[in-house]
Structures are given as C-alpha cells and as structure tokens.
C-alpha cells in the first residue's frame, strides 16, 4: 500500500493494478481513459461528471439519488426495436434473435466492404479494428458454443482474437499484429455463424434449459458447467454489442 499526497501522476499508466479499497480526494482525473475497469461498489461524491462518455454494463447506478440503468435500457429498446428481441426465453426466440443478427451483420459487412481495405485494420479512438472486432467474434464463438457447449477443449483458430484484459492461457491465439483480409476473416465468420445456426436451431424446451458439460482442458471459459441458456445469451450480446461498435467506427472511417 503506498499514499500519494501531492504528487503529481499526471499521464501514469496503470496496467494490471490492483486500486480497490483506494481512496480518492481531491483528485484530478480530467481526461483519463477507463478500459476494462471493473468499478463494482464504487462511491463517488462531490462528483463533477462533464462531458462523459461510458460504454459498458450498468446496474444499480445511482445519479443523484436516481437508478440510471432502467432509463438508459429503456432509451436503447426505443433507438433499437430488434434489442429486446436479443433477451428470448424460448427456442424459438434465440431463432429469430439469430435471424435478426445474420441480417444485420449481413448489412454491417456490406458497409465495410465499401471502404479501402486498409481502413479495416485501422482503430477509430484506441478501439478494435473491424477485422479485429470479426476475429473476436469468432473468439467468442469458439467459446461459449464450440468449446463450452459442444464441448470442443480446443476449438480455436490461429485468428481467435480473445479480449485485451483476458489473462493470457497457453494454447488460446492472441496475435495482435496479424493483418488478415476481410475475405479470410469472412470464411472463418461464416462457418462459425452457420455452427450457431445448428445450434439455435436443434434447441428444445429441454436443451435450453440444462447445464453444459464441463470441458477439462485450460481455456476459454474455464472448466465448468455453465446453463445453456447463459452460453447463448452470452453471444446474443457479444455480436450486437459489438456490430454497433462497428457501425459507429465505420461511419467515423468513412468521414476519413
């Protein structure tokens, strides 16, 4: 534990720090960057929050004395009336989630392969490219589907890109400086979205509501059981999220 009284840190990096239990006060964070920060049970008072911007999960935020979560879920159901399509209950609501997604990420690539294919591997603000954002989608699926579901203990391909905070685990890619064309990263988005496909489409009552099988090998997710239902879920969210990502980057690259 170390205090810092006076000191000026002004443009410190802090990778892998352990800050919880710190305290702040009388602190200067104007224009400090937050990724992949955990901030569960944090209090803020005497707060001046002025041009924020915050993407990520939120629940049981309090503003002022107001739980800003049902507002800001409430305001994207309206931007997006497909969103609350991406929370079914039943084997026939993960199918047309699925059908939903396909045609809008149909749409999203069709957008990208209107650019120069050199913007494709060009961040917008410190973010995933838009081949990265595919490599990690297929990331994703090789997971919760191939690996946590269908029980492959190694389902990856050499493209698998994991997210930047995951602890690295030996046999899971995660080669940053590869530069794959939109055509390759496409074949390997096509044979696992046609994977989720079978799968949505063989579910029963049944099947959506049991437990995986435990995979006993390191990887992503860890061995366990974990319910169908989250394994799927999981990706529902993984590929809106991140299509918005790219639409909004795209549009930022076409402006370029």
Not at 24 to 34: E, I, M, N, P
Not at 99 to 112: F, H, K, Q, S
Not at 157 to 162: A, K, R, S
Not at 249 to 254: E, G, S
Request: charged share 30%.
């Amino acid at each position: 534990m170390a205090d810092y009284l006076r000191a000026d840190l002004s443009g410190s990096q802090f990778v892998q720090v352990d800050l919880s239990g710190a305290q702040f006060q009388t602190v200067d964070l104007s224009r400090t960057r937050f990724k992949g920060i955990d901030l569960h049970d944090v209090v803020m008072r005497g707060v001046e929050l002025l041009n924020v911007d915050i993407h990520g999960e939120i629940q049981n935020v309090t503003v002022n004395g107001v739980d800003i979560a049902p507002l800001v879920y409430a305001e994207l159901d309206r931007r997006y009336p497909d969103r609350v399509k991406m929370r079914p209950e039943d084997p026939q609501g993960f199918q047309e989630a699925w059908t939903i997604l396909e045609r809008l990420w149909a749409g999203t690539v069709e957008r990208a392969r209107r650019l120069p294919p050199e913007q494709l591997h060009e961040s917008v603000d410190g973010e995933w490219s838009f081949i990265e954002t595919l490599r990690h989608l297929v990331f994703a699926t090789d997971a919760w589907i191939r690996r946590a579901m269908l029980g492959d203990p190694a389902p990856w391909d050499p493209l698998d890109l994991p997210w930047d905070e995951m602890p690295d685990i030996e046999g899971v890619p995660r080669d940053r400086d590869a530069r794959p064309s939109l055509d390759t990263v496409l074949v390997l988005r096509r044979d696992r979205m046609a994977t989720v496909r079978q799968v949505v489409d063989g579910l029963t009552d049944e099947s959506l509501a049991g437990t995986t099988t435990p995979v006993e090998a390191a990887g992503w997710p860890r061995p366990d059981s974990y319910p169908v239902r989250v394994c799927l879920r999981t990706i529902l969210n993984e590929e809106w999220e991140h299509r918005l990502y790219a639409e909004r980057d795209l549009a930022v690259l076409a402006a370029r």
